[in-house]
């Protein structure tokens, strides 16, 4: 079956480019287009799509916010943002917001269509120059590996937080309680001075190497 996809943009020419780097994918189908979150939420409720491409910077509504909305009430819809500006704090936002993935509209389309079919399997996403822009925070820092102890438990769930994965769903992939979970999560976050998944997520950014985080574009 097609992958199922919403388009989200305030300016229409934004809209028909997506439209046209998507059209070399012949299991993608464009099932509908909205102008700001509101309607794609609304959209979204309506048609049920796979995957959600939202603007970050939309009017009424923005996409950070939609991209909350959609992930509240629809958990199964994946979602990435698209951004011509790249910054680390909307970055952070997107992600804490439960967004699936984040890219510059600078993408092709051979990274834009990878981006869809790898969210839809439960990986997060990221454009190249995301990963650079946050790798760029760390300063004298000659490898991925972590400036932190961590346990290989610890590791695990710092790679599940930052593809996205609930305390439920990490409780399960590793067959321990959601209580655990959290636990690791308290003591983890306690190490490297964090306080709340965002900040778990750009960490593992920061270490996508190391990490096996997924990311999109070379």
Known sequence: MPIK????????????????????????????????????????????????????????????????????????ISVIMLSAAEDEKSIERAMY????????????????????????????????????????????????????????REEEIVTLVAKGLTSQDIAKKLFISPRTVETHRARIMDKLGVNNAAGLVRFALLHATYFNVGNNGE
């Open 5 to 76: 996809v919403i388009i989200a943009d305030d300016h229409e020419i934004s809209r028909i480019g997506i439209r046209r780097l998507l059209s070399i994918a012949p299991d993608i189908d464009i099932i509908g287009e909205a102008v700001d979150g509101a309607h794609a939420l609304e959209i979204s409720r309506l048609k049920k799509p796979d995957v959600v491409l939202l603007d970050v910077l939309m009017p009424n509504v923005s996409g950070i916010e939609a991209a909350q909305r959609i992930k509240a009430e629809m958990k199964e």
């Open 97 to 152: 917001a439960g967004a699936d993935g984040y890219l510059s509209k600078e993408v092709t389309s051979e990274e834009l269509v990878a981006a869809i079919r790898t969210v839809i399997l439960g990986e997060r996403v990221f454009s190249r120059s995301i990963l650079n822009l946050l790798e760029g925070k760390v300063q004298d820092q000659k490898t991925n590996e972590p400036p932190v102890t961590l346990t290989k």
